[in-house]
């Protein structure tokens, strides 16, 4: 089936520094979406993109999705500790419209004090 | 909160028996999934519903999960005959789709189960 490759699988920051995180695919998505998960409790959204080479910010969080419509980014700006979780991305195929998504595995955020 | 629910949150069963779980969408929202979660790995599709139809199943929902959505409002999931592999976190969501659409889905805070 579809698979989403996520990068960094984890990663350590310290408090105040930017993180950058990836989502790639061989397959061609119309729709990326990327969310947070704590433990415990589901995703939440943050950011939706729906145009190749769209460029989105809400708050210290920018996402893009990349020209080939096969890879997203998101980015993070001055991190603080609740930024700590699992952001995970997730794909909506090309032919497959208001279907179901695909989830990349997720990068483990943790940030240092 | 007008958020997805789900209930119960945590739920505990024994190898063999049947369980049920619920999940209340957001209320405009006319599209509603039903996803499974394992340690370490991302939600992993398994049906949704479009009003009261469901329209697509994962090859994951095996003959022992059965989903509703009877009025097009909540959904029940049940597992019958659960075994040990069928603990994971089951996660709803649910998004408005139209003509000039938002396919943005929200998700519930989940329901954990574990098989013992």
């Known amino acids: 089936g579809q698979q989403l490759n996520q990068s960094p699988q984890s990663m350590f920051i310290q408090e105040g520094e930017d993180v950058s995180m990836n989502c790639t695919s061989s397959?061609?998505?119309?729709?990326w979406l990327w969310y947070k998960q704590d433990p415990g409790e589901g995703p939440v959204l943050l950011i939706a993109?729906?145009?190749?080479?769209e460029l989105t910010s809400n708050g210290r969080l920018t996402a893009q999705f990349g020209i080939t419509r096969k890879d997203s980014f998101l980015n993070i700006s001055a991190s603080i500790p609740s930024d700590v979780g699992i952001y995970f991305c997730a794909g909506q195929l090309k032919d497959n419209y208001g279907q179901n998504f695909v989830f990349g595995p997720g990068t483990r955020l943790s940030v240092l004090p | 909160d007008t958020g997805v629910s789900q209930d119960p949150r945590h739920k505990i069963t024994k190898r063999g028996q049947n369980v049920t779980f619920r999940c209340d969408p957001i209320?405009?929202?006319?599209?509603l999934y039903w996803y499974r979660q394992t340690l370490g790995q991302g939600p992993e599709f398994l049906t949704y519903?479009?009003?009261?139809?469901?329209?697509?199943k994962s090859r994951l929902l095996s003959d022992r999960f059965s989903a509703e959505r009877p009025k097009g409002s909540f959904s029940t999931l049940e597992i019958q005959r659960t075994e040990q592999g069928d603990s994971a976190m089951y996660l709803c969501a649910s998004s408005l789709v139209m003509t000039g659409y938002s396919y943005e889905q929200y998700f519930g805070p989940g329901t954990r189960l574990t098989v013992t």
């Open positions: 519903f479009q009003n009261e139809a469901q329209l697509e």
């Open positions: 993109l729906y145009k190749a080479g």
């Open positions: 209320s405009e929202h006319n599209r």
């Open positions: 397959s061609i998505f119309n729709t």
